[in-house]
């Protein structure tokens, strides 16, 4: 059975910095696109970063672009979102995606594959 673990959401002031984690189990995504999404109460689950299999290439939303860095740690099968100068509206359960596909810069998840997710809110 395949599994998505996210650790590390919270509280935080607006400028603040929280990193995300994701630990997968059960199969290997090594050479599989992973990355992250959000969503905010009310609002459709967005794209928020992805990373190719070997951490060569990130890609962000612009809303996020200088602010969020994305890294990977294949021999742990997990993946990591860092993010810094958090603004009230990051504030989202933030969930975990593995073999996705980037299309144009942006990710388009796998609906066989998502963490149960992580809330993060910024306090502005």
């Known amino acids: 059975q395949v599994q998505l673990v996210e650790s590390g959401g919270g509280l935080v002031q607006a400028g603040g910095s929280l990193r995300l984690s994701c630990a997968a189990s059960?199969?290997?995504?090594?050479?599989?696109?992973m990355g992250w999404f959000r969503q905010a109460p009310g609002r459709e689950r967005e794209f928020v970063a992805a990373?190719?299999?070997?951490?060569?290439?990130?890609y962000y939303a612009d809303s996020v672009k200088g602010r969020f860095t994305i890294s990977r740690d294949n021999a742990k099968n997990a993946v990591s979102l860092q993010m810094n100068s958090l603004k009230p509206e990051d504030t989202a359960v933030y969930y975990c995606?593995?073999?996705?596909?980037?299309?144009?810069?942006?990710?388009?998840?796998?609906?066989?594959?998502w963490g149960q997710g992580t809330q993060v809110t910024v306090s502005s």
């Open positions: 995606n593995a073999d996705l596909t980037v299309v144009g810069g942006t990710g388009f998840p796998n609906s066989r594959y």
């Open positions: 059960g199969r290997t995504f090594s050479s599989s696109v």
């Open positions: 990373i190719n299999w070997n951490g060569g290439r990130s």
